[in-house]
């Protein structure tokens, strides 16, 4: 279950990355805007779409929040950099939290109120039904705005509140005109962060992290309250679902004594048995972002290449790990945050949601291995920068909260990439001849292959043939 290799190297290998050189990854910056991309430090982007405009449903929704361009057409509206909130204050961190399946969500907001003195409660959004719409969860006093939330799939939501140096959980739920809670219990530790919802939906894990060892907790689901169910030498971070039964778990780590980090998987079925996951260079700091368990897709950061790169990889492959040119830009950071399921063995078809942040404010990347391309789109309106979910069709599906609209989701359909040509490996006419005449172009895959069948970057294929 191991990435075993960067480009360039072999199983194991020490060697720097070699970045992947790609036709056609960086947008053309064209002063007609047809084309998407970035402009000067401090600029808004230039969205791009598939021809499609960005589409909403919603509670009070009057109309869709943001708009994208056709290819070659006008400019979408401005990216937003965060949920709109009453009195226009910032989100509290933790932000929006998606159930595995995208059926529920939940976060914290405010009542209306002067700013500093603003009564924060726990709302849940039901987003499997024909609109969305949203339950607001408050209690007699309110919440702290360090607390985190996280949605069940039978609807309730997970609170962690901060009690001194105690981390105290309990499950909220509608009930009549108010909301009811069921306290599971507290943990005794001044620091504890919730991961992302098992994906079997019932389940909610916590990390406590110190300097030389991590505890891993399972606070929602369990049969006796929170429960320690993992220590884990060394100081972990992050978080990311391997499978789809919530066995696989993946973890970064520190070790004890120091050193890079590593990105490690704990088998929650074999008494949480802590194995190697990343291992690019001995050196690099290796971390996990995010993981499809139907294609075996994962999203990584290394330094291995000689900085941080965004790159991806394949779940038990050994071919190496790839940073493609497309995912680096300039004067932006780019983080995944949602990638299409149900492309089973096809890790290199799959539409991957990117977050990007800039002096702009935040906006829409979106990205497919096989396409080498990166499209960028504007947020609707009053985003939660990162919070979406793809449908198995390649339907972007992006909560957003404004002034016009208290609860709506946007969609976006994932745009096309341009099919490179057998005998050039460059895209077709499509692209308007805007390609460098510089850029070193990759070999063609005539159509997309499991990634254990694919050629190695660079290696010639003898039997691509027109229209295979």
Same mark, same amino acid.
């Given at each position: 279950?191991?990435?075993? $290799?960067? =480009? !360039? &190297? +072999?199983?194991?290998?020490? %060697?720097? /990355?070699? @970045?992947?050189?790609?036709? *056609?990854?960086? #947008?053309?910056?064209?002063?007609?805007?047809?084309?998407?991309?970035?402009?000067?430090?401090?600029?808004?982007?230039?969205?791009?779409?598939?021809?499609?405009?960005?589409?909403?449903?919603?509670?009070?929704?009057?109309?869709?929040?943001?708009?994208? $361009?056709? =290819? !070659? &057409? +006008?400019?979408?509206?401005? %990216?937003? /950099?965060? @949920?709109?909130?009453?009195? *226009?204050?910032? #989100?509290?961190?933790?932000?929006?939290?998606?159930?595995?399946?995208?059926?529920?969500?939940?976060?914290?907001?405010?009542?209306?109120?002067?700013?500093?003195?603003?009564?924060?409660?726990?709302?849940?959004?039901?987003?499997?039904?024909?609109?969305?719409?949203?339950?607001?969860?408050?209690?007699?006093?309110?919440?702290?705005?360090?607390?985190?939330?996280?949605?069940?799939?039978?609807?309730?939501?997970?609170?962690?509140?901060?009690?001194?140096?105690?981390?105290?959980?309990?499950?909220?739920?509608?009930?009549?005109?108010?909301?009811?809670?069921?306290?599971?219990?507290?943990?005794?530790?001044?620091?504890?962060?919730?991961?992302?919802?098992?994906?079997?939906?019932?389940?909610?894990?916590?990390?406590?992290?110190?300097?030389?060892?991590?505890?891993?907790?399972?606070?929602?689901?369990?049969?006796?309250?929170?429960?320690?169910?993992?220590?884990?030498?060394?100081?972990?971070?992050?978080?990311?679902?391997?499978?789809?039964?919530?066995?696989?778990?993946?973890?970064?780590?520190?070790?004890?004594?120091?050193?890079?980090?590593?990105?490690?998987?704990?088998?929650?079925?074999?008494?949480?048995?802590?194995?190697?996951?990343?291992?690019?260079?001995?050196?690099?700091?290796?971390?996990?972002?995010?993981?499809?368990?139907?294609?075996?897709?994962?999203?990584?950061?290394?330094?291995?290449?000689?900085?941080?790169?965004?790159?991806?990889?394949?779940?038990?492959?050994?071919?190496?790990?790839?940073?493609?040119?497309?995912?680096?830009?300039?004067?932006?950071?780019?983080?995944?945050?949602?990638?299409?399921?149900?492309?089973?063995?096809?890790?290199?078809?799959?539409?991957?949601?990117?977050?990007?942040?800039?002096?702009?404010?935040?906006?829409?990347?979106?990205?497919?291995?096989?396409?080498?391309?990166?499209?960028?789109?504007?947020?609707?309106?009053?985003?939660?920068?990162?919070?979406?979910?793809?449908?198995?069709?390649?339907?972007?599906?992006?909560?957003?909260?404004?002034?016009?609209?208290?609860?709506?989701?946007?969609?976006?359909?994932?745009?096309?990439?341009?099919?490179?040509?057998?005998?050039?490996?460059?895209?077709?006419?499509?692209?308007?001849?805007?390609?460098?005449?510089?850029?070193?172009?990759?070999?063609?895959?005539?159509?997309?292959?499991?990634?254990?069948?694919?050629?190695?970057?660079?290696?010639?294929?003898?039997?691509?043939?027109?229209?295979?």
């Amino acid at each position: 279950m191991t990435a075993c $290799a960067i =480009e !360039g &190297g +072999s199983a194991g290998a020490a %060697a720097t /990355a070699e @970045p992947e050189a790609e036709s *056609g990854t960086e #947008p053309d910056l064209k002063e007609s805007g047809a084309e998407s991309g970035l402009k000067k430090s401090g600029a808004e982007p230039e969205p791009e779409g598939s021809g499609d405009p960005l589409k909403s449903t919603g509670a009070n929704a009057p109309g869709r929040p943001g708009s994208i $361009a056709d =290819e !070659g &057409g +006008s400019p979408a509206s401005s %990216a937003a /950099a965060g @949920p709109a909130t009453p009195g *226009g204050d910032a #989100p509290p961190p933790g932000g929006f939290t998606l159930t595995a399946d995208g059926a529920y969500a939940a976060r914290l907001t405010a009542a209306p109120g002067p700013p500093g003195e603003r009564a924060w409660y726990p709302e849940r959004w039901t987003l499997d039904g024909p609109e969305p719409y949203a339950v607001p969860l408050p209690l007699d006093q309110p919440e702290e705005p360090d607390s985190q939330v996280a949605p069940l799939a039978d609807g309730r939501v997970l609170i962690r509140r901060q009690v001194a140096d105690r981390q105290q959980f309990s499950l909220l739920y509608p009930t009549g005109p108010g909301t009811g809670e069921l306290l599971l219990g507290a943990v005794e530790s001044a620091e504890m962060t919730l991961l992302p919802p098992s994906p079997d939906g019932r389940c909610v894990y916590a990390l406590s992290a110190g300097d030389h060892h991590s505890s891993l907790w399972l606070v929602a689901g369990g049969a006796f309250g929170p429960e320690e169910v993992a220590r884990i030498p060394g100081r972990c971070s992050g978080g990311a679902w391997l499978d789809r039964a919530g066995r696989l778990l993946a973890l970064d780590r520190r070790a004890p004594g120091g050193g890079p980090v590593k990105a490690v998987a704990v088998d929650l079925g074999r008494g949480a048995e802590v194995t190697p996951l990343l291992q690019i260079a001995p050196g690099s700091d290796d971390r996990l972002l995010l993981a499809d368990a139907d294609s075996g897709l994962l999203l990584i950061r290394s330094d291995a290449p000689g900085h941080d790169r965004l790159g991806w990889g394949v779940l038990g492959s050994c071919l190496p790990v790839r940073f493609p040119e497309c995912l680096r830009l300039a004067d932006a950071a780019v983080t995944p945050f949602a990638v299409q399921p149900g492309q089973t063995l096809m890790p290199e078809s799959c539409a991957v949601a990117l977050r990007i942040d800039g002096a702009a404010g935040s906006w829409l990347g979106v990205w497919r291995p096989a396409g080498r391309r990166l499209h960028q789109f504007a947020a609707p309106l009053g985003w939660a920068p990162g919070a979406g979910y793809w449908s198995r069709d390649g339907v972007l599906r992006l909560p957003y909260t404004n002034g016009a609209t208290s609860c709506g989701v946007a969609m976006l359909n994932a745009p096309q990439d341009v099919e490179p040509s057998c005998e050039t490996g460059r895209p077709g006419d499509a692209e308007g001849g805007t390609q460098p005449s510089a850029a070193v172009s990759a070999p063609a895959v005539c159509k997309p292959v499991p990634l254990g069948q694919a050629p190695l970057h660079r290696a010639a294929r003898s039997d691509c043939r027109r229209g295979a």
